[in-house]
């Protein structure tokens, strides 16, 4: 995302030029190539949004050690053809994965695909265990996603840390179990990383394709070379809950988790979601004459501190199940004159803004969800509930 510009002092020798540093935030989803006739990712396809690898010095990642390879059973691709996006996701529940926002939302301007075009593959490289996200049979899927946001914002302050995203399955596919989620305090993670124990798992596009590769511990930090931390801090929205890490990425590494090692086995203490560069441009009276190459500063991630509550609000949230309970809901929202819409039965980001409207003015928790619970608050008849999932184990 190409963002902030923080100028720098011209000298008199310089007069009417200028040098700029722009921040930008490179996504590591992968576009997908075209699907064979049994709809896998099996060649990589296009590289990278805007950077198709974040190496930090020599390339630490690697095979799976063996004491970790029931973590594969954890862990899987979200793709989807037609939506030319492949990234990691991971297990929180039997039926929900959690991964990065932009993967199934994209980011501002952009068109957002098809969210019943996606598919979870858990243990790709050994199982294939394919699962289709909930309402992908009758228009619905997008109620059963939950995120940060639905159109991340690409000025200032980048919203990196509202790009999670918890997906709702249509069947339990993480039937080997969950990652357990650690809430921790950025300084806490610093120390944890500092004594080697933050890693990463994750699939890559350039490394071994679609095989987990391990991202051995690394560097989490908050100043670094030439990006001082008050300087980095102004170009991100809640910089509270970002991490900054050096663990290795590549393409599809987006939505895989970062991982802490504890005595009882690795927890999630963020999702990965991209590279944080900074480009110097040169100027001429308000216009960019010539563009110097990105050099990254370091990757990001979500510290789980921003999603963990929203996974137990989400995992006990009847969402609606129909089209026609959608198109009540939003026939209701715009007699409150909260929703300016279409009554389409479709769950957009119009509709996500007036169900937290509504959430606000009634003093209730704001989740944007269309459930069940707000339709008959709202005087709706709909019924249909949804099978609840299970909590996951969280420390």
């Known amino acids: 995302m190409a963002d902030r510009q923080k100028h720098e002092g011209a000298t008199a020798a310089q007069a009417g030029k200028r040098r700029v540093v722009l921040a930008l935030l490179a996504l590591a989803c992968v576009a997908a190539s075209p699907l064979s006739t049994l709809a896998w990712p099996s060649r990589p396809g296009a590289d990278s949004m805007v950077q198709p690898v974040a190496v930090f010095g020599i390339d630490d990642r690697g095979p799976l050690p063996a004491r970790y390879k029931d973590l594969r059973e954890k862990i899987g691709l979200l793709f989807s053809v037609h939506g030319r996006s492949v990234c990691t996701a991971f297990c929180v529940a039997k039926d929900v994965v959690a991964t990065a926002g932009h993967c199934l939302h994209k980011i501002a301007g952009e068109r957002t695909p098809r969210i019943g075009d996606f598919w979870f593959l858990r243990n790709y490289d050994v199982v294939r265990d394919i699962a289709h996200i909930?309402?992908?049979?009758?228009?619905?899927?997008?109620?059963?996603?939950?995120?940060?946001?639905?159109?991340?914002?690409?000025?200032?302050?980048?919203?990196?840390?509202?790009?999670?995203?918890?997906?709702?399955?249509?069947?339990?596919?993480?039937?080997?179990?969950?990652?357990?989620?650690?809430?921790?305090?950025?300084?806490?993670?610093?120390?944890?990383?500092?004594?080697?124990?933050?890693?990463?798992?994750?699939?890559?596009?350039?490394?071994?394709?679609?095989?987990?590769?391990?991202?051995?511990p690394c560097t989490v930090g908050k100043s670094f070379e030439h990006s001082e931390w008050s300087a980095i801090a102004q170009d991100f929205s809640d910089p509270e809950v970002l991490i900054l890490h050096t663990c290795d990425t590549g393409g599809a590494s987006s939505g895989s988790p970062m991982l802490l090692e504890t005595d009882s086995g690795p927890e999630v203490i963020g999702i990965n979601v991209g590279t944080y560069v900074q480009s110097k441009v040169l100027m001429q009276e308000g216009k960019v004459k010539k563009r110097m190459k990105a050099d990254p500063v370091a990757n990001t991630a979500v510290a789980s501190a921003a999603f963990a509550d929203k996974l137990d609000v989400f995992l006990q949230a009847t969402v609606l199940s129909s089209p026609g309970q959608v198109r009540e809901l939003q026939t209701l929202l715009r007699q409150r004159e909260l929703f300016a819409g279409k009554v389409d039965g479709i769950y957009s980001a119009d509709l996500r803004s007036a169900i937290e409207a509504y959430e606000k003015t009634e003093g209730l928790a704001v989740t944007g969800l269309a459930t069940l619970t707000i339709l008959k608050r709202l005087g709706g008849t709909g019924t249909m509930p949804v099978e609840r999932a299970k909590r996951p184990v969280r420390r």
């Open 134 to 216: 909930a309402g992908h049979g009758n228009g619905t899927a997008a109620l059963n996603v939950m995120s940060g946001s639905m159109s991340l914002n690409v000025r200032p302050p980048i919203e990196a840390t509202r790009d999670w995203a918890l997906v709702r399955l249509a069947r339990p596919a993480c039937t080997k179990g969950v990652l357990p989620i650690r809430v921790l305090p950025i300084d806490s993670i610093l120390k944890e990383a500092e004594a080697k124990r933050v890693f990463q798992l994750s699939y890559h596009r350039d490394y071994t394709p679609w095989k987990l590769a391990y991202g051995q």
